[in-house]
């Protein structure tokens, strides 16, 4: 079902706006219209943050259709002449700038320029610079418009020339035509220091020729010399269309409601999400989003030592979506959200596409033959899935939320675009990478995943334990060594984090609710199921330890703040580290009965393989978060045989 929009625009009219409703590009341009009211802001402000500031918890929990709840925009803005920077809080009721604040020592993520709009604009001035030709003319590069800079965050190694100054690390490849793909030829050895606010070259670094890769790595369809021949349509039909609805950002699904929500930095949010049980819709997470993420690599040479993209809080996931496109990132009855995104001047815009929601067949839910009495009982299993897409660079990542019928939530990344590429002498083999063509590597890097989960757990009032499975000792009671039981710590305060994954445990931890007791008499619980997961191989007193804290350990908890979102800090652009969770954990809070909010971080190991090039085919990572003890029973009997021959009795054969 793609929405026409005239039928979207006469649905948004009728609904009330809700207090966690994304601004829309009415808001923002309002609330960029007070900001810039701000004289510190200067003539040309550029925007870093434009979002709703959401209301405090209670007023929404509370929140009836009709309320009044204040309606607040929160902005981070640039001054580039002078580098300051600001925080403004503007009201949307009565359209004042509420606060100013000035912010030291901080660099926002990435905005270029104070005259571009656009990076391609600004890569087109470095990229005709007399002293950049002549570094590309070294390499016998003759033709400046075949050249492509990536800017990179260019972290932070305590050079003092850096200081205060808002620079980005351009990164360099040559194109062999002005379409074919670029990555295949890196320029090793060749970078250009940009100083952002000043959208000029600040340092053109050489570490010295390379030759440039001599093949070509072509994915694109216009290369492909034939296409496999065998493959017969698939088709998603739904001839009564989904099973969801959709009242503007509020999804109901079955025995699922939730909210769809979204930011540029987080990209896609998911609040309030409930389960119908018994008849009441009981509450299991107050808000989830990706708070942070961060992809350090592993070689030693050149500057590739710089390389730990925080593509969250540095770049702006939400920033980079893609619009999806029917029947190619989407099969079968899709509903697209539209997003108000903003450019650096705050001029406001919808992207159209960005979020996709759809159902799935997912295999079987649950089945059980009963020989004896010759009866089969088999159930579908169907999930909802909510996602977007994003390109940051050479790299694309899908965001994927699943709902499940049994009450299950899995969180889902995909991983694929194209592997960071670097060039090395014909007959180098790279210690730290992979070859993935002749003198192309691709370095050994890791991708972490932090997602911030607002817990909700029946209420607000939660604990958390970790669940450990061990092998009883041999006792009079365990005379054959086969005992095994569970052993349940409760972590009671934010110094008992962060916690490590331990698969030889089988270990997992859960959210449970003291004052809400299951059929057993036992805490209702959720538990955060590991998935794939891996630590840093970076030694301790490497930079990125200190300003990517969130990967040295996996289960992390705190008490509930609401300014504390993002697991790095508000600020990792260009920080030294020290900032987010480390940070506030350091005040120890009781966690026992609190509102508690888990961050849980997830590392996806990448050792290119040859498969990857030259466009990675989708790896996945991620985590469940599914119900222990939640449920009195298994919660999807209800769900209906898909057809007569699903609950077959006697002599039918399924
Ligand atoms: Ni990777």
């Given at each position: ?13 009728e ?48 929140y ?14 640039l ?21 100013s ?37 070294r ?70 020729v ?5 093949e ?81 690599y ?31 990132d989407?099969?079968g ?7 108000s ?43 909802l ?5 994003t390109?940051?660079?050479?790299y ?28 090395v ?27 911030r ?83 840093p ?12 804290a ?105």
């Amino acid at each position: 079902m793609v929405v026409d929009d005239k039928v979207k625009e006469a649905v948004a009219e009728e609904v009330a706006q809700h207090p966690l409703d994304p601004l829309s590009v009415e808001e923002i341009d309002r609330a960029v219209g007070i900001a810039k009211t701000d004289t510190h802001l200067g003539e040309t402000p550029l925007f870093e943050t434009i979002v709703m500031r959401e209301p405090d918890k209670e007023q929404v929990l509370n929140y009836q259709t009709g309320n009044h709840v204040p309606r607040e925009a929160f902005l981070v803005a640039l001054n580039p002449k002078n580098g300051e920077v600001y925080e403004l809080l503007v009201s949307l009721d009565t359209d004042e700038l509420l606060e100013s604040k000035h912010i030291t020592g901080v660099q926002p993520a990435f905005i270029f320029g104070d005259q571009e709009t656009n990076f391609l604009e600004f890569e087109s001035k470095i990229k005709h610079d007399t002293r950049f030709v002549a570094a590309l003319n070294r390499r016998g590069i003759t033709n400046p418009d075949l050249v492509m800079i990536d800017p990179w965050p260019i972290s932070n190694f305590g050079n003092k020339s850096e200081e205060g100054k808002r620079l980005a690390v351009g990164r360099c490849w040559v194109r062999r035509e002005r379409t074919d793909n670029g990555y295949a030829r890196p320029i090793e050895g060749l970078s250009v220091i940009i100083d952002l606010n000043k959208s000029e070259i600040f340092e053109i670094q050489d570490f010295g020729v390379v030759p440039i890769p001599p093949e070509d790595g072509n994915y694109a369809a216009r290369y492909q010399e034939s296409f496999r021949t065998d493959l017969k349509p698939i088709e998603i039909t739904q001839p009564e269309g989904p099973s969801f609805t959709v009242t503007g950002n509020e999804v109901k699904w079955q025995k699922w409601q939730l909210r769809v929500g979204y930011t540029p930095r987080e990209g896609l949010v998911i609040h309030n999400v409930t389960y119908e049980d018994q008849g009441k819709a009981r509450p299991i997470l107050y808000r989830g989003a990706l708070s942070e993420m961060v992809v350090p690599y592993g070689d030693p040479t050149n500057d590739h030592y710089k390389k730990q993209v925080f593509d969250s809080g540095e770049v702006g996931i939400g920033k980079c979506a893609n619009s999806l496109e029917l029947g190619c990132d989407c099969l079968g009855e899709i509903y697209y959200f539209d997003v108000s995104l903003y450019d650096i001047t705050g001029k406001a815009g919808i992207q159209k596409n960005v979020i996709c929601m759809h159902e799935e067949d997912f295999g079987v839910l649950w089945k059980h033959t009963d020989n004896r009495i010759g009866e089969t009982e088999v159930r579908r299993s169907r999930r909802l899935v909510v996602s977007f897409f994003t390109t940051v660079g050479n790299y694309e990542y899908g965001f994927f939320w699943y709902f499940y019928q049994d009450g299950s939530i899995d969180y889902q990344v995909k991983l694929t675009g194209v592997v960071n590429s670097s060039a090395v002498p014909p007959n180098v083999k790279p210690k730290n990478g992979t070859l993935v063509a002749p003198q192309v590597v691709a370095h050994n890097h890791q991708h972490y995943f932090n997602v911030r989960l607002d817990m909700m757990v029946d209420g607000q009032q939660n604990s958390v334990y970790e669940v450990d499975t061990v092998r009883d000792p041999i006792s009079a009671d365990n005379q054959h060594g086969n005992a095994f039981s569970v052993k349940k710590t409760v972590l009671s305060e934010e110094n008992d984090f962060p916690r490590k994954v331990d698969p030889f445990a089988a270990r997992y931890w859960t959210v449970a609710n003291h004052s809400s007791h299951n059929y057993m008499g036992e805490p209702v619980s959720y538990k955060i199921a590991p998935g794939e997961n891996v630590l840093p191989f970076h030694h301790d007193d490497a930079v990125i330890m200190k300003r990517a804290a969130f990967m040295t350990g996996h289960m992390w908890a705190t008490e509930y703040d609401r300014d504390e979102m993002f697991a790095a800090g508000n600020y990792p652009n260009q920080h030294a580290g020290g900032d987010g969770l480390p940070k506030w954990m350091s005040g120890n809070r009781n966690l026992e009965d609190k509102d508690v909010v888990i961050w849980y971080t997830f590392g996806h190991n990448h050792i290119p393989r040859l498969e990857d090039w030259p466009v990675m085919p989708v790896a996945y990572t991620g985590f469940s978060i599914r119900p222990s003890g939640f449920f009195d029973r298994n919660p999807a009997l209800d769900v209906p045989p898909s057809s007569a021959h699903c609950n077959c009795q006697g002599e039918c054969k399924c």
